[in-house]
């Protein structure tokens, strides 16, 4: 089996890499190439290259050729200001991805989206794959998820030889990641070592529920997808929900009831000031998006998750605070020392781009 995976080096990508079995030739392409004597890194093939480049499509397509399946991760989620622009990553680098794909003669290719492309959902029922993808308009990301699904639609309507298959998971975590989600989550005011302490309060509106996937479980799907050759979407989401409370609880432990309103201005006027990088758009996608039912994937792929919400979102919180990191760029260490955070707050704008 050979395989080719783009964003090999980001949190769904390496949980991927530890699932592949040893005998599969793998190439990973990655704008930033991890430490290639670290695990999962050593032993795969390595193309250096920003999918968002003109003329990148004649490159992956040689990476592509002779190739049993591409899984197309890369995405840019929440880019610093000095990182590619999300719609040059994101917008070019899908076109590139898809062009390179039907050049080579791909058989199979894997396209990670999101439960972000959904509409907003009701708010206690899960939703299947039929549900309307539409995508939440006050943020960026669920924007350009559901742009994406339109474009995988037309890809697929053009090239039906080529297996199309879509995963669209909730909010992927792991401890390896904690490196990444500091950086996108936190900001110079708020050292990782409060986290998980018993009396932090944390800041929740009421009708908050989370759902989220292990990145080893999505890996396992993903596994199953290429071995099976398997098609069309699939949701991925641990069963269990977590209410305002249960989340406080794991971050901190005492919920500051607040309305959502509140927190989504006190979010808008920190993240302008750069004293933290959640844009309040994410916050919305928090609100509105869509609980998902994973029964198809459970049916077709004989797919089960390993891990559940409040285990996955403890190991985060838990990784956070312990300054965990990964092996790849993505996944390095956060600068949350005395010195980073001051210089951080003396630059007063934003850390991240805009997710409006």
């Given at each position: 089996m ?12 390496t949980?991927?890499l530890?699932?592949?079995?040893p ?19 050593a ?19 040689r ?13 840019a ?20 991805v ?9 058989g199979?290719l894997?396209?990670?989206?999101s ?35 339109a474009?995988?639609?037309a890809?697929?309507e053009?090239?039906p ?12 975590v792991?401890?390896?990641a904690?490196?990444e989600?500091?950086r ?25 529920r989370v759902q ?15 071995e ?6 699939f ?9 305002a ?7 901190g ?23 933290q ?5 994410w ?11 994973t ?10 998750p390993?891990?559940?919400t ?6 985060l ?10 092996a ?5 260490r ?23």
């Amino acid at each position: 089996m050979r395989i080719v995976i783009t964003g090999a080096s980001g949190n769904i990508g390496t949980a991927l890499l530890r699932e592949l079995e040893p005998s599969w030739e793998v190439t990973g392409i990655a704008r930033r190439i991890p430490d290639l004597v670290a695990e999962p890194y050593a032993g795969v093939s390595w193309l250096q290259s920003d999918l968002g480049e003109p003329g990148a499509a004649d490159e992956l397509a040689r990476a592509f050729d002779g190739a049993d399946a591409v899984v197309h991760l890369a995405w840019a989620i929440s880019p610093a200001w000095d990182e590619p622009a999300m719609w040059r990553t994101n917008e070019n680098g899908t076109r590139h991805v898809l062009d390179a794909a039907a050049k080579a003669g791909v058989g199979h290719l894997v396209c990670a989206s999101s439960v972000a492309a959904y509409g907003p959902g009701p708010r206690e029922e899960k939703v299947g794959e039929e549900f309307p993808r539409t995508g939440i308009p006050a943020s960026a990301y669920s924007r350009g998820k559901a742009e994406l699904e339109a474009v995988l639609d037309a890809f697929a309507e053009a090239h039906p030889a080529i297996g199309l298959a879509r995963i669209r998971p909730c909010a992927v975590v792991q401890q390896g990641a904690a490196g990444e989600f500091t950086r996108w989550l936190l900001g110079p005011v708020i050292p990782p070592g409060l986290l998980g302490r018993r009396l932090l309060p944390v800041p929740l509106w009421e009708g908050l529920r989370v759902q989220a996937v292990h990145a080893e479980d999505v890996a396992s799907a993903l596994r199953l997808i290429v071995e099976q050759r398997a098609t069309g979407p699939f949701n991925l989401a641990a069963p269990d929900v977590l209410d305002a409370k249960a989340l406080a609880g794991i971050i901190g432990g005492l919920r500051l009831p607040v309305r959502k309103s509140v927190t989504r201005f006190a979010a808008r006027v920190a993240w302008t000031a750069g004293l933290q990088p959640l844009h309040p758009g994410w916050l919305e996608l928090a609100d509105r998006a869509a609980l998902v039912d994973t029964t198809r994937a459970e049916m077709m792929l004989g797919w089960q998750p390993r891990h559940s919400t409040r285990e996955t979102v403890t190991e985060l919180i838990g990784a956070v605070r312990d300054k965990v990191a990964g092996a790849s760029p993505p996944l390095a260490r956060a600068s949350t020392g005395l010195k980073s955070r001051v210089r951080a707050l003396g630059r007063l704008r934003p850390t991240r781009q805009s997710q409006a």
